[in-house]
Each structure stands twice: as C-alpha cells, then as structure tokens.
C-alpha cells in the first residue's frame, strides 16, 4: 500500500516538481542537524553544570533512531536521508556521551 502511495506521489504534479529540488534537500539533510550544535556547545563547554537538565533517555533515543534512519538511507540508496542522518547520528551520540559524563546516568 505505501509503495503505492509512493508511486502515485512521485506521479503527481508535485512529486514531479520536488524530484527537481534534490540537490537542496541533501543541503538541508547536511545542515539540518548541525542545529544540535548549540546544545553541544553549551553541554561540553559552556554550561555543563546544566547537563542534569538533559534528558538521557531523549538523546539517547534521538540516537537509536538516526542510526535506523541512517542504515535505511543506505539501504535505499538515498543520499539526503544517510547523509543527514549519519550527521544526526554523530552529533546526537555526542549528546548521550556528554550527558554520560558530567550528569551520569539521569532520565
């Protein structure tokens, strides 16, 4: 059924028009996550006595899920999805460590 649906969205008017702008959603899938890096920033060099704040189990599973993400782009051979998501892996996991270590184990 989602093929399907895929199909019939890759036929329309819009599906037509958006397989046009595939150069700037691989942009936006590279830049995207990099707005996880004022959080990193400010856990690792700014405000890490607020890293109890942080919640463990969020990142984590922000983490978890850009993995999945990530080996599906592969496994489609999509670029904007595993580029960005290989990004949001990175930068998320970077998240869980420094929560790791200046608030321990937290939810």
């Known amino acids: 059924m989602l093929h399907s ?3 019939k969205f890759i ?8 397989k046009h702008f595939e150069g700037f959603m ?3 899938g590279v830049v995207g996550p990099f707005a996880t890096l004022p959080q990193l920033a400010k856990l690792y060099f700014t405000h890490s006595q607020h890293a109890p ?3 463990l189990v969020t990142w984590s599973l922000y983490a978890a899920l850009s993995v999945l993400w990530f080996v599906y782009g592969l496994m489609v051979n999509k670029l904007p999805i595993y580029v960005g ?4 892996m990175v930068l998320n996991a970077l998240m869980v460590v420094g929560i790791l270590l200046h608030a321990g184990v937290t939810f």
């Open 11 to 18: 036929k329309s008017d819009l599906g037509r028009v958006m």
């Open 5 to 7: 649906i895929g199909q």
């Open 26 to 28: 691989v942009f936006v």
């Open 53 to 55: 704040g942080q919640s």
């Open 85 to 88: 998501n290989g990004i949001s």
